[in-house]
T-cell receptor, first 112, second 113 residues
């Protein structure tokens, strides 16, 4: 099993550009989430999904969209990138949604 | 005030020392208490979890939860250089919904040979 995979590993965007961060898991997990990690802030939940076709907002959803058309994939879209979205983004999946998250390797995003 | 507070460190100790990492929280609804370990430039991985109060031991690691004080701890015995990482506490509750984990800021730990 590859576990949770994320692409790209690194990305530099200009302000106003849009892009999609890809996330896929091969563990048949129903639950998936996107987090951002900033210095001194820990991990903050952006959006999450409890199954294909079902998504909801987390703590910091503004500026991001998600969709979940399959169990395996959970892409995160940045609509119009801003410097405040410079961060490391982690995708996670789970079959025990209250405590056990499997994290991907992360995407380091810089917005200039 | 953050729901979960964790001293960010950094914390540096000699090999073999006992390490104590701590978090405090404000939401009494939290039921699941977790410790994740994150190596540099990697994703976090679950180290231990505890449901409700009490202690849990796994090898050199012991997790403690004191719900009356809203305080959790992770102890590492006989610390090794391979334990050098950032340790994140996290908490959740069924009442808050699935996938709603709240993380502390993380403590960066270095074990010196």
């Amino acid at each position: 099993n590859a576990g949770v995979t994320q692409t790209p590993k690194f990305q530099v965007l200009k302000t106003g550009q849009s892009m999609t961060l890809q996330c896929a898991q091969d563990m048949n997990h129903e639950y998936m989430s996107w987090y951002r990690q900033d210095p001194g802030m820990g991990l903050r939940l952006i959006h999450y999904s409890v199954g294909a076709g079902i998504t909801d907002q987390g703590e910091v959803p503004n500026g991001y969209n998600v969709s979940r058309s399959t169990t395996e994939d959970f892409p995160l879209r940045l609509l119009s990138a801003a410097p405040s979205q410079t961060s490391v983004y982690f995708c996670a999946s789970s079959f025990r949604p209250y405590y056990e998250q499997y994290f991907g390797p992360g995407t380091r995003l810089t917005v200039t | 005030q953050k729901e979960v507070e964790q001293d960010p460190g950094p914390l540096s100790v000699p090999e073999g020392a006992i390490v104590s990492l701590n978090c405090t929280y404000s939401n009494s609804a939290f039921q699941y208490f977790m410790w994740y370990r994150q190596y540099s430039r990697k994703g976090p991985e679950l180290l231990m979890y505890t449901y409700s109060s009490g202690n849990k031991e796994d090898g050199r690691f012991t997790a403690q939860v004191d719900k009356s004080s809203k305080y959790i701890s992770l102890f590492i015995r006989d610390s090794q250089p391979s334990d050098s990482a950032t340790y994140l506490c996290a908490m959740s509750a069924r009442a808050l919904g699935a996938q709603k984990l709240v993380f502390g800021q993380g403590t960066r730990l270095t074990i010196n040979p």
